[in-house]
């Protein structure tokens, strides 16, 4: 069965300080996928980033970091220099992919707050 | 511009009423999903469907169902058999073939409130 753990509720930083979200997943799938999603207050869900499980690189983009560990099933997502604008909450989640129907399973999210 | 479009984003019924959210794409995605979400809560699908004509049961699928007549349609009937049917519904949909992007898109959501 899948599964998503997001251990962290909420979190609460002061602006500019670096943030970790943490992410761990269970599957029996080799072949899987990992996404990390944000909700702001609007409520639609904003696409961050997918890694399939065979692409264990990490990866950035800007003040974004994400840390992809199969030892682990671990897929943390790291903040740079966080902005008030970053306050929000963010999904991992684990898609298996097989022929037929696959299911999408998000984790309970995670909750972050940026302080001025 | 591609996307999806949920309607309406406020919706208030009755207790004991069916209520449909709907859910259109033109992304020509084949798969598409359904979501609720209760305040403070992480996401719990509720249906899938891969093709037209065909759709499964999420983790919570009671109390509700779904048609997939249309590659670009998927509503979602909440029926009065579900007992706590306000919250927060997302419609989303991706693309599975391998190799694609297989980012899923979503809606901006339904806000329900039952009363």
């Known amino acids: 069965a899948q599964k998503v753990t997001q251990a962290q509720t909420e979190i609460s930083v002061v602006e500019k300080e670096d943030v970790t979200l943490d992410c761990v997943y269970e599957t029996r799938d080799t072949t899987y996928y990992l996404f990390w999603y944000k909700q702001p207050p609007s409520g639609e869900l904003v696409f961050l980033i997918r890694r399939n499980s065979f692409d264990e690189q990490n990866e950035i983009s800007g003040r974004y970091s994400w840390n992809f560990q199969k030892s682990t099933s671990s897929f943390n997502f790291t903040i740079t220099a966080s902005q008030v604008v970053d306050s929000a909450v963010y999904f991992c989640?684990?898609?298996?992919?097989?022929?037929?129907?696959?299911?999408?399973?998000f984790g309970s999210g995670t909750r972050l707050s940026i302080r001025p | 511009d591609g996307g999806i479009t949920q309607s309406p984003k406020y919706l208030f019924r009755k207790e004991g009423q069916n209520v449909t959210l709907s859910c259109e794409q033109n992304l020509n995605h084949d798969a598409m999903y359904w979501y609720r979400q209760d305040p403070g809560q992480g996401l719990r699908l509720i249906y899938y469907?891969?093709?037209?004509?065909?759709?499964q049961k999420g983790d919570i699928a009671e109390g509700y169902s779904v048609s997939r007549e249309k590659k670009e349609s998927f509503p979602l009937t909440v029926t009065s058999a579900q007992k706590n049917p306000t919250a927060f519904y997302l419609c989303?949909?991706?693309?599975?073939?391998?190799?694609?992007?297989?980012?899923?898109?979503f809606g901006q959501g339904t806000r329900l409130t039952v009363v």
């Open positions: 469907s891969q093709i037209v004509n065909d759709f």
């Open positions: 989640a684990l898609s298996e992919w097989r022929s037929s129907a696959s299911k999408i399973i």
């Open positions: 989303a949909s991706i693309d599975p073939r391998p190799g694609e992007k297989q980012e899923a898109f």
